[in-house]
């Protein structure tokens, strides 16, 4: 039986509750948790507050009601579940890097920035700037796995360096903008300037694209490796065609500002 | 920049030497203002272009009460007493503002807002702000505007049109103003213009480049790789409406000009790509340097907005939306930033110094702040101000008010005030209400901890 925290009354203004995370919850009694700190606002107020805290804390945690105003949750995570039955606010997962987080509705913006491990699955939207680094940061998330079903916003994968981002929808301007390495995948259409000063790296979408003037057609080709990532993302329940599995992609090189050593494929109907 | 020199003359009239204007980012601190002092007018205004002569000559002291509260009439302390009452009892309260003020009444606004543990974002959150994130990112070459007049025979103007925001842009800095290195003045410059369209900026320049709406960053990707030497495809105009020779040419006169000057508007810091576009030209900038000496400058509106800016970074590390509510300053711009606190619903109290977001925040951000407490300190009674609980009616700085403004190039001028006011100014009011505030948060601090031991004890 896992712990579950259920939203008596919705806050009036933004929470930021980094101690809704396994690593700080795990070994804890149910009264230790309800007196764990959280932010709202200015003032400190606790878990007990807002939550009815009732289970066992096993390592899963299960948040029902609309979260949509808690901030920070499962921050700097590194192990076990966070179920989350409503929407989330953003930074959910923010410097994650082990354990599974999964948000039933949609998520804010900010959605894991500057992972470095772990999944995180959201069923409906996300915001902008999922897992991107930072404002001021040189280097996005560096490895895990963040996994939209629905649409998400504009940065997509800022400056990552490794990883996998998936967007089941479609996805914002920039997106895999100033990427170091890693792998964006888009299955609905991108937005504008996809990869922009991006120096290694992958951008996959399964509709057409305007690629920038510092991009170059390089040929049309069907990637191994990307059967394999197709393959894992049907597994996680998205819902991938057997021809984007089978077909052949228009390989671009970019971005010849930055390095050009990126690629952005874009499937060949 | 001699000092203000004050002359009385015989039918009571005075003249204040080398007054500054406060209405664009150019600061222009040559005007010589004759003062009526019996009508407490301003009749004449030497220098000023024209927005100057419309700020000057048409300043006319509304009579207003001190503050409203509700709409009704009060006095200053009665305003400042429910300006306090709210901000000791808001957990989320938004500071937002500052360009038509003061640095000094700037930095008592961040000790309040680090004092109540609220956020802080000032006007350049709409305007310049995308440009401040992306130097942030790439860095920037820059220099004053006096360098520029002296030094610059290259000034590109891109998505800006200073002739009616910044009329005396040309004249005193950049395209006929008589310079060290440029003593034939437009003779010796080079002067382009790139925007969507031609604006009355355009007949100044010698060559116009107009660009496809939304295509200023691709353009501007364009002649990063043809300056780095990377090829770039023919079919470029389709996308930019520029051709590639008129690209190459422009490289080509970048590379080989003595001094470069980008100037840049809204035109790219506000259009789709906003801090991607500003870091395009600032990159733009840096990858010159390779052949000459190139810098990029945003050109910035209101008065004191750069003030805000510079005022904001010394005392919190950062230039805009930064918040206070756990103690220590935090920035994120998307998160922070007034519009979108308001428009999201996050904000439950807000303090509004110089600024009318009432006027051109989006709908969902005007309708919250019609929700929440709010007070706003203004000369005028503004379209925020009438939706205010609590309206403070302060002198108006740089006519009645003296201290410091930044220029759009970080340069620190004097004010130099011409008129008395019986109204306070901005820095006086956020002083009382600072002082309000720790009265009334360290009684709450006492209560809560006298609460706490009861509970403990039953």
């Known amino acids: ?269 | 920049m001699s000092a203000a020199t004050e002359t009385k003359t015989e039918a009571n009239t005075k003249t204040v030497e080398n007054a500054t204007c406060t209405f664009c980012g150019c600061l222009c601190d040559d005007m010589v203002l004759t003062v009526d002092v019996d009508a407490h007018k301003i009749t004449k205004a030497k220098n000023a272009c024209v927005l100057g002569k419309a700020l000057f000559l048409s300043h006319e002291e509304e009579d207003r009460p001190f503050a409203l509260i509700d709409g009704k009439p009060a006095t200053l302390k009665e305003g400042v007493e429910e300006a306090a009452q709210i901000l000791t009892n808001a957990r989320f309260p938004m500071f937002y503002g500052m360009s038509d003020t003061t640095c000094e009444a700037q930095r008592q606004n961040v000790a309040l807002v680090d004092m109540v543990g609220g956020t802080i974002d000032s006007t350049t959150s709409v305007c310049h702000g995308p440009t401040g994130m992306a130097l942030q990112g790439v860095g920037e070459s820059t220099a004053t505007l006096g360098e520029i007049k002296n030094r610059a025979d290259l000034v590109i103007y891109w998505g800006g049109n200073p002739a009616e925001s910044l009329p005396r842009h040309f004249a005193r800095y950049a395209v006929t103003a008589k310079g060290m290195y440029t003593p034939r003045r437009k003779k010796d410059r080079t002067i382009v213009n790139v925007d969507v369209r031609r604006t009355k900026s355009t007949p100044v320049a010698d060559i116009f480049i107009q660009v496809k709406i939304g295509a200023d960053f691709e353009l501007l990707w364009a002649l990063r790789a043809l300056v780095k030497g990377r090829k770039v495809a023919p079919d470029i105009e389709k996308r930019t409406g520029v051709s590639l020779e008129t690209m190459q040419d422009l490289v080509e006169r970048m590379k080989n000009c003595r001094y470069g000057v980008l100037f840049f508007g809204m035109g790219l810091s506000m259009t789709r790509g906003r801090h991607f576009n500003a870091a395009a030209i600032l990159s733009l900038a840096s990858d010159l340097n390779e052949y000459t000496h190139f810098i990029a400058t945003p050109m910035r509106g209101h008065g004191n907005v750069s003030g805000a800016d510079m005022v904001v970074s010394w005392q919190t590390g950062y230039p805009f939306a930064v918040n206070f509510s756990r103690g220590y300053p935090k920035f994120n711009p998307g998160e922070f930033t007034a519009t979108d606190m308001f428009a999201r619903g996050d904000a439950d109290a807000g303090l509004i110094l110089a600024a009318d977001p009432g006027s051109n925040f989006s709908q969902y951000a005007i309708d919250h702040m019609k929700k929440i407490p709010m007070i706003v300190l203004d000369p005028k009674l503004t379209h925020t101000a009438k939706l205010a609980k609590v309206a403070i009616t302060t002198s108006h700085y740089g006519i009645n008010t003296g201290g410091t403004a930044y220029r759009s190039d970080g340069v620190p001028i004097e004010l130099r005030p011409c008129l008395e006011s019986k109204y306070p100014s901005d820095e006086e009011v956020i002083r009382a209400i600072y002082k309000r505030v720790e009265q009334l948060l360290k009684a709450k601090k006492k209560t809560k901890s006298a609460n706490n031991k009861r509970r403990k004890a039953a």
């Open chain 1, 1 to 269: 039986m896992s712990l579950k925290l259920t939203l008596k009354k919705k806050p009036s203004v933004p929470v930021e509750a980094e101690s809704i995370c396994p690593d700080v919850m795990e070994g804890l009694d149910l009264k230790q948790i309800a007196a764990l700190p959280l932010h709202h606002g200015n003032e400190q107020v606790t878990v007990g507050d807002f939550f009815k805290v009732t289970g066992k804390s096993n390592g899963e945690i299960r948040l029902e009601g609309d979260t949509s105003r808690f901030k920070m949750v499962g921050d700097s995570m590194s192990r076990g579940r966070i179920l989350i039955k409503g929407s989330i606010g953003q930074h959910v997962g923010v410097h994650m890097s082990g354990g599974e987080i999964i948000v039933a509705k949609n998520a804010s913006d900010w959605v894991g920035p500057e992972m470095s491990g772990g999944r995180i699955i959201v069923k409906g939207n996300a915001g902008h700037m999922v897992g991107c680094a930072y404002r001021g940061g040189q280097v996005g998330v560096t490895g895990g796995e963040i996994i939209v079903h629905g649409n998400a916003g504009n940065e997509i994968g800022n400056t990552m360096r490794d990883g996998l981002i998936a967007i089941g929808g479609n996805s914002g301007d920039f997106t895999g903008v100033g990427m170091l390495a890693g792998t964006v995948i888009v299955l609905g259409k991108m937005g504008w300037r996809n990869g922009a000063a991006m120096k290694r790296g992958t951008i996959v979408s399964m509709e057409d694209a305007e690629m920038l003037p510092t991009f170059t057609y390089a040929c049309s080709y069907r990637p191994n490796f990307l059967r394999l990532y197709l393959r894992h993302l049907r597994d996680a329940g998205l819902p991938i065609k057997d021809a984007w599995i089978n077909g052949s992609y228009h390989r671009w090189s970019g971005d010849s500002i930055a390095l050009n050593r990126g690629e952005a494929l874009i499937f060949d109907r």
